[in-house]
Structure formats: C-alpha cells, structure tokens
C-alpha cells in the first residue's frame, strides 16, 4: 500500500519499509552493474528531464545488449554505428538521435528475433 501526503507543502510517498529496502537495493544494483545514474533533482525533488531521458535511454540500451550477451562493438556493427557512439550513448556523454535510437532498436530486436530461432543444428536434428 502506498500512500502520499503533503507535508510542510511538499508531497510525499510513503511506502512500506519492506518496500523501501528492496527499492534502495534495486537502485544499488543497477548502480553497481554499471549502469549510468540518474541526475540530480532539482530544489522541487524533479529530475531534469532531457537528462533522466538520456538516461533511460542509455540504460535500455545496456540491458537490452547485455540481455542479448552482445558486446559494445557487436551491437555498433548491427546497428551500422560507429562504437564510439554507441559509447558516448551508453555513457550518457551524447544524447543520440532519432535515427540511431532507430538503428540500435532494429539491430536490438533482430538480434533478439535471431536468438529466439532454434539453430539450423537443432532443426535438422528433430527431424531424425
């Protein structure tokens, strides 16, 4: 159950301790898989949003590949984009465009499509 309440003319949540702790220790663990952080909040307790977007997007992306066991480079090669960008993109250091988020996706769910696919290996041995 969570509740939200105004205190001293600010909005707060109020969640279960249980509920906290695995929380805080979801957040800790992304933080120590390698994923970016989010930014700072602003004195009204918001994140900027063009950075928490940059964020987002660069953590999508990183489990998205890491889910897929693709490396950096790989998923630059599928994707027809430089691995520096792909980089800076999951280094929150650019902020990329339509376009690549297009090729990076493409590449992302064809490569999950092609993992998907019994191996041409395992067809021809169901047939015996």
Do not use: C, F
């Not at 004195?43 to 997007?57: H, Q, R, T």
């Not at 990183?62 to 980089?87: F, P, Y």
């Amino acid at each position: 159950m969570v509740s939200t309440v105004i205190l001293e003319g600010k909005k707060w949540v109020i969640v279960p301790e249980e509920d906290y702790h695995r929380l805080l220790a979801r957040a800790e663990r992304e933080v120590e898989e390698g994923l970016p952080p989010l930014p700072a909040k602003d004195a009204d307790g918001n994140y900027p949003a063009l950075e928490a977007m940059d964020v987002s997007i660069a953590r999508d992306i990183i489990r998205a590949r890491r889910r897929l066991g693709l490396t950096q480079a790989e998923l630059a090669r599928r994707a027809g984009i430089r691995i520096e960008t792909l980089n800076r993109i999951e280094k929150v250091k650019a902020s990329p465009g339509s376009g690549t988020i297009d090729k990076i996706d493409r590449a992302l769910r064809q490569a999950q499509a092609a993992a998907a696919r019994p191996s041409r290996k395992h067809r021809l041995s169901d047939r015996s």
